[in-house]
């Protein structure tokens, strides 16, 4: 009995650090600056993985050389873990990429979970270690996903209470946003240096007209 009450002491404590941790975290990510968010990402990715003793997280995007390829662009793990591959190709994990580039949030448990149509999918997770995973898509005001968001454990199974998949949903809507303005702000630079570069070679000018004074 006291071991009973012992545990859920520690599942209590544990959900209360998580939950705190997600409201921080959004908290963090309201303005943080275009070239500080792939640091911020992969520094929450490392606070959850230690908070909830998990052994990866991985955050893929879709390539726009290559819409089938997902690419690699931010992962918290251990030294001394199996590597992730850089990229998921189309034959890679082909269940598990329909389903959340659908907009599914995928739950693994356990790899006997895995439906009979997701066989390579098994076996591209025994290949990289992986005995439970959650995977979440990535997408923007309601848009197509871009990508995904992983959270796995290579060491034993493992439960996913909703609470968890909730924030783990929380956590990567924030980590879009961010991602989304941090493409509109690159999109605006290299749009405006474009503008420069053009009216430079036209011998032309800007200029400004401030309507309050009349002054250009």
Known sequence: MHESIETTRAELEERLRFETLLAETSSRFVNV????????????QRRICEILDLDRST?????????????????????GAPPAPRHMKEELFPWSRQKVLAGETVTIAKMSDLPPEA???????????????????????????FGLLTFSVMREERD?????????????????NAL????????????????????????????DM????DHV
């Not at 290559?66 to 690419?71: A, K, R």
């Not at 990289?128 to 995977?135: A, C, I, Y």
């Not at 979440?136 to 996903?145: D, K």
């Open 119 to 145: 066989g390579g999918d098994r076996e591209g997770y025994g290949l990289f270690g992986t005995k439970s995973d959650v995977l979440v898509p990535l997408s923007i005001g309601g848009g197509p996903p």
């Open 180 to 207: 989304g303005r941090k493409r509109a702000d690159a999109a605006l630079c290299e749009s405006e240096e474009r503008l420069s570069l053009a009216t430079r070679a036209a011998g032309a000018g800007m200029w």
């Open 210 to 213: 401030r309507l309050n004074t």
């Open 33 to 44: 600056p275009a070239d500080q968010v792939d640091g911020e990402i992969e520094g929450a």
């Open 160 to 176: 996913w209470p909703e609470t968890v998949g909730k924030g783990f949903r929380l956590i990567a809507q924030v980590f879009a």
């Open 59 to 79: 955050l893929w995007q879709v390539s726009g050389k290559e819409p089938v390829s997902l690419v690699l662009t931010h992962i918290y793990q251990p030294q």
